[in-house]
């Protein structure tokens, strides 16, 4: 398993790459790397060969957020503790942010202090670009504003490949708040480039405007009942509410009504169709707890995952090798 991680590292540094901002930068090779890189992790995990695996040894990795997060943070920190780096998380509440520093600021003086690589989320679509090209350290986005999730989509990736066998061809049914959502962007970007049947279910004030110029190759619904029968794939999204105009959702009785996903619906979903969520998942409202909780809910897998594809991103990243 040593000479297979060795094999994994050295096909990394070929694809390197200084930054990871979202899924549209990357090629169909790409993805399948990281993708690939992700499951050999996995498995060199199972078979406790990873723990004297620490190609990272020496690189300082820092993780700046400034909106909450759970999963993608912690994932995050223990991806690259796994990869033997020093993993130092920074709170915006108690940095120089809160004394007007800009971010571009912050992170110069990260760099001037040894990081190699800053893991950051903003609020804002698009800042995460701008700031890379300003400076030396590899920046990963994990979420800024609507715009773009890469990781959650590639983590989305490996688990669908795992638990379908394959990441071609499949009926994907993405439903909920379409137009803020950046998990729904980064998903769309890279489904799209596997040839999948996809289809986007909303209603019209959380579908973006001009849908269907932005998603030209996919299927635009109001129905989800009618789609459901022959998904492979359905993929819920929290509501955004943080980022929403005040007022778009009237009730929540009446969005899960429509484009929430009970036990009734399940009904119609096949046996070996897999659910999907990014988290956290507003319970009562996008999933039932039966759903939540039910064998072909994959939300915890996808949790898991998320460390050995953020593993397998650190790999590719040139200042982390």
Do not use: W
Request: charged share 25%; with cysteine; proline share 3%.
């Amino acid at each position: 398993m040593v000479d297979v991680l060795g094999s994994i590292i050295s096909k990394c540094k070929k694809h390197r790459r200084k930054d990871l901002l979202g899924i549209a930068d990357l090629s169909k090779d790409d993805i399948l790397l990281i993708l690939d890189t992700a499951e050999a992790l996995k498995k060199a995990a199972r078979n406790d060969r990873i723990t004297k695996f620490k190609p990272l040894k020496g690189k300082n990795i820092i993780t700046l957020f400034t909106e909450p997060s759970t999963r993608t943070r912690l994932s995050f920190t223990i991806a690259g503790r796994h990869l033997g780096a020093d993993v130092i998380d920074i709170s915006p509440s108690t940095s120089s942010i809160v004394k007007g520093e800009t971010i571009l600021d912050t992170i110069k003086n990260m760099e001037a202090m040894g990081a190699d690589v800053v893991v950051m989320r903003h609020s804002a679509d698009g800042v995460l670009a701008q700031l890379a090209g300003k400076t030396n350290v590899s920046i990963v986005n994990a979420g800024d504003g609507k715009n773009e999730h890469p990781t959650q989509a590639l983590l989305d990736a490996v688990t669908i490949r795992e638990k379908k066998g394959r990441l071609e061809e499949l009926n994907i049914v993405i439903v909920g708040d379409i137009a803020y959502s950046r998990v729904a962007r980064s998903n769309i970007n890279l489904l799209t480039k596997f040839r999948n049947n996809i289809t986007i279910v909303a209603p019209p004030v959380l579908m973006p405007k001009y849908a269907k110029n932005i998603f030209k190759s996919i299927t635009i619904s109001r129905d989800f009942d009618s789609v459901l029968p022959k998904a492979d794939v359905v993929m819920m999204l929290r509501l955004q509410l943080e980022r929403q105009e005040k007022g778009l959702i009237p009730s929540f009785e009446e969005y899960t009504k429509s484009f929430g996903l009970g036990k009734e619906r399940l009904k119609l979903l096949k046996k070996d169709a897999i659910i999907m969520h990014p988290g956290p998942v507003n319970r009562g409202i996008e999933l039932s707890d039966e759903v939540v909780d039910c064998g072909q809910s994959v939300i915890l897998d996808q949790t898991a995952n998320g460390v050995y594809a953020r593993m397998a991103v650190f790999l590719v990243l040139s200042n982390a090798n």
